[in-house]
């Protein structure tokens, strides 16, 4: 159970503060989610900090830094152009809380749906995504993503 | 046909501080629906006020009150338990809205999706949501909730 | 490619203002898009400007302005009377972009989920859609919209 759902901060920003806040933080999900179905590998390992580590149960061992990230698109792009399938991730109910040093912490569902050209679209997997996120030269980098998979769970 | 969309009052905020109400209700309902999937149920009811009503058409009777809606979470997780199947609840298109006396009336779509352990995740159900949010002490509540389901309609 | 994700002029907004612009236009979308399901044609239609251009790749053509909004709108309503399904339309992943003359562009992903009565729920269509819109008399309006579908990309 994750316990940081369990002990929450009070709330140290007005209301506006907060509105801006979760605004950038979902505005930062849609731009690096768009990305990666983009396949713009250097662009969306850019939305991550030069030292991220990024773990999911789809790799043998987590990723960590910029360079892994990007062969991780390619890999993907590669893998999709032969299978001729359009992923589309999605992230939703996402509840962000203040971490230390101005970092901070979200947990969020993620979807994955696929296409194949042509065919039918469906569902093709049910995450729960908890990222780090922190702020360089004003804009939000993720530093650690952990996905954990409901089928596997 | 829900009349409540047809005649709107003319906002009365400024853009800020409808961003900071707007996002407020979005953190609430990831926090309401992350603890329903959790089964932490006495944290769930505490996101409705004491006296709340729910009435979702999965149940006979509306509930109403905290114990009802603490025992309602405890059957769901003792039948998924049985079942090791995962729900997810996620919250879509929300309309929010004014209401009396500081009330916030929201109707938003909800579907739910089923991960069975080790197996394929489906879409299990589209619903409306219509809710009636009231602050207690700083924070929103759930005083009424009535969802539709698109299958019954 | 949608080269304009490649190029993103800075953001010239307080994180507040941010947060109300994003919020608008999410209350927008919902309220939107719920029109739209519950088939309120001329509503719905006035959520787009008098000479907005509509292109989806079910209609052989782009619909240009409100008239052929309306229609497009009885059409849908009818046809889902016969085959007794409710369509939900879910937007998310929403980029939001400024554009030239107080503009906004945006690029969301769309869902489409029906609901045959008494029948089971399931995903229709997996699409991307991207937007201007235009602030009417302090309303956003939808001017531009092109709509592409991911089976048939």
């Known amino acids: 159970m994750p316990t940081e ?10 209301d ?3 509105g801006g806040l979760y605004a950038q933080v979902q505005q930062f999900y849609a731009h690096q989610m768009q ?6 590998a250097e662009r969306w390992a850019a939305t991550f900090t ?14 960590r830094g910029r360079a892994g990230l990007v062969a991780n698109v390619r890999r993907n792009a590669a893998q999709q152009e032969r299978s001729g399938e359009q992923l589309r991730h999605w992230i939703g109910m ?13 947990r969020a569902y993620a979807l994955v749906y ?3 050209r042509g065919g039918a679209s469906r569902l ?14 004003g804009k939000w980098r993720t530093r650690h993503r952990l996905v954990t998979r409901d089928d596997l769970a």
Do not use: I, N
């Open 16 to 18: 506006a503060e907060f």
């Open 124 to 137: 093709l997997r049910v995450c729960v995504m908890e990222d780090v996120l922190v702020r360089v030269r």
């Open 5 to 14: 759902l369990l002990v929450r901060p009070e709330p140290v920003r007005t």
């Open 35 to 40: 990305l990666f179905d983009l396949h713009e």
């Open 50 to 63: 030069e030292d991220a580590v990024f773990s999911v149960p789809t790799l043998d061992a987590p990723v």
């Open 94 to 106: 996402l509840d962000v809380r203040p971490g230390r040093d101005g970092e901070l912490l979200t």
């Open 114 to 116: 696929v296409t194949p």
